[in-house]
């Protein structure tokens, strides 16, 4: 079997006799899964979601501590591309039915067989497989609207004179390009995959899962694929969206997709400027970065500068010194016209990733302000080149690692400050920071070295030793201040952590004596 079929598993059941069977007697191998690990309730479910990235999570649909819908809602904000499967002892259809946007491939009654339950293993990997498929070999006829917009992405249209808002609008509600909505808010998105050239079959997937939140349409432009997205309802979901997007083309195409968006907009001449602004936002990301860029507030503000060179482009996102240095040297014996190019690329990368304010400095310090450029000798005007494109390179680094930084700084100081908070979870400080569940996610695990949930778990066990060794609180008291209103679960994620009950640490069991 291939192996981009061969599909990750994890088993969730509080019933440790069912699960271990479920785990040991089922031929997974034989039918396209590779068993990843196990789980007796619901947080230790989605634990395991988060770490090991499962194509399915084979759940029952009533367990400890984080169960059905809820677990659902959590995995999907967490890894949208996995899909689930609900045991249940109950006939809970309709109740798994509101399931239904939360990737639920299949609902299975207990008691079932161990036989029955190998041939539902074997349909839900078809269906798993149907949709890699589609993802992988999209349909990719675009019945008359490519043409219109693709130049309205790339061309200018905000000359009324040639062509009006009115007959814009007309001819974009016309070839569907809005869908049924009336009074549409639009983005762009420009997506990125590993620097390959982009293709019909790549736009295809990715109006495939965007068009699941969005009316969702795209085109190829050199290596990039161009998003128009419209919707009455707001953008919220979007993070999500774009989740899913980059969890796609990792899993099927074995791709990393960036994506940078645009502000919303409601006028069709504006699409060209934010197709703009998203490539813009998506110039920000190194190659093999994932998940969704945005311009910083401010940025884009400077001169409309010419379209970047490509080479320097992708020397000042992630060349070395030395590379750089080198590209100069050789670009300075092409003459002005190089001089000028290179001048107009660098400052570009410069207004899309700084405010005016920071542009005008590093403009300062390299002397680009006060003497015209053209006026100064050729040795002169290439060393200031160079001054600026190494600022440039040093300003994309530090930015995007000064933001990674940052934003992992703020969802800690968002743990330390609302741990106590039952309701506090990965996808509320996400929302918070207004990135995606499993962009930050994935930089916690990157940059703090653990997962948002084991670090949460962490700081409210912290604190919970603290507070039964120096205080005479009862033991509800004491998880009720770390965010757990059930005594029952606070006990479970205490012993899992330190190994010894809350109650046993009291009598001096383990972690020393109190």
Not at 219 to 226: D, E, F, M, P, S
Not at 312 to 328: D, M, P, V
Not at 447 to 469: H, P, Q, S, W
Request: net charge negative; with cysteine.
């Amino acid at each position: 079997m291939n192996e981009l079929e061969r599909y990750t598993v994890v088993v969730a059941d509080d019933e440790a006799e069912l699960r271990e069977a479920v785990c040991q007697m089922i031929p997974w191998g034989e039918i396209g899964f590779s068993l990843a690990g196990s789980a007796g309730n619901g947080l230790d479910a989605l634990q395991l979601v988060e770490q090991l990235q499962p194509d399915l999570l084979l759940s029952d649909i009533r367990m400890p501590f984080i169960s059905g819908i809820e677990l659902a809602r959590q995995v999907r904000e967490l890894r949208p591309m996995t899909h689930i499967a609900f045991l249940s002892g109950y006939d809970d259809f309709e109740y798994a039915q509101k399931a239904i946007d939360y990737n639920v491939v299949s609902y299975l009654l207990k008691p079932i067989g161990m036989a029955d339950l190998t041939e539902a293993l074997r349909e839900i990997h078809g269906k798993i497989s149907r949709h890699y498929q589609s993802l992988r070999k999209p349909a990719t006829a675009q019945p008359g609207w490519e043409g219109f917009l693709l130049p309205l992405l790339l061309d200018d249209f905000t000359d009324e004179a040639e062509l009006s808002r009115q007959e814009l609008e007309k001819t974009a509600h016309s070839l569907g390009l809005a869908g049924q909505l009336r009074t549409p808010s639009l983005v762009v998105l420009a997506s990125r995959m590993d620097g390959a050239a982009a293709t019909t079959q790549l736009a295809g997937a990715v109006d495939m899962v965007l068009g699941q939140y969005y009316t969702a349409h795209s085109v190829t432009a050199g290596r990039q694929v161009l998003t128009l997205l419209a919707t009455e309802g707001g953008y919220d979901r979007l993070p999500i969206a774009i989740d899913e997007l980059s969890q796609a083309m990792s899993r099927v195409w074995r791709l990393s997709c960036a994506t940078g968006v645009s502000q919303p907009f409601t006028s069709w001449s504006r699409c060209h400027s934010a197709a703009r602004e998203a490539v813009d936002a998506l110039r920000l990301a190194a190659p093999g970065d994932e998940g969704l860029l945005r311009l910083p507030e401010g940025a884009g503000d400077g001169t409309d500068l010419a379209e970047l060179g490509e080479k320097l482009e992708n020397l000042l996102r992630s060349g070395s010194r030395a590379e750089l240095e080198q590209f100069l040297l050789s670009a300075s014996a092409q003459g002005d016209l190089a001089a000028v190019q290179i001048l107009a690329t660098a400052l570009r990368v410069l207004s899309a990733a700084l405010d005016a304010r920071q542009l005008w400095e590093v403009r300062v310090k390299c002397r680009l302000e006060g003497e015209l450029f053209a006026s100064m000798t050729a040795q002169e005007r290439w060393r200031r080149l160079g001054m600026l494109c190494q600022s440039a390179r040093e300003s994309l680094t530090d930015q995007r690692q000064g933001g990674v930084s940052l934003l992992c700084d703020k969802a800690l100081e968002d743990i330390n400050r609302n741990y106590m908070d039952e309701l506090l979870s990965l996808g509320t400080v996400s929302e918070r920071l207004h990135v995606s569940p499993n962009y930050l996610s994935a930089n916690m695990k990157k940059y703090v070295g653990d997962t948002f949930i084991n670090l949460l778990i962490k700081k409210r066990m912290e604190v919970a030793e603290e507070l039964l060794k120096t205080t005479n609180l009862k033991i509800l008291e004491v998880a009720k201040k770390c965010g757990y209103s059930d005594q029952h679960y606070f006990s479970y994620c205490f012993k899992k952590y330190f190994g010894v009950s809350p109650v046993g640490l009291r009598r001096g069991e383990g972690r020393g004596n109190v």
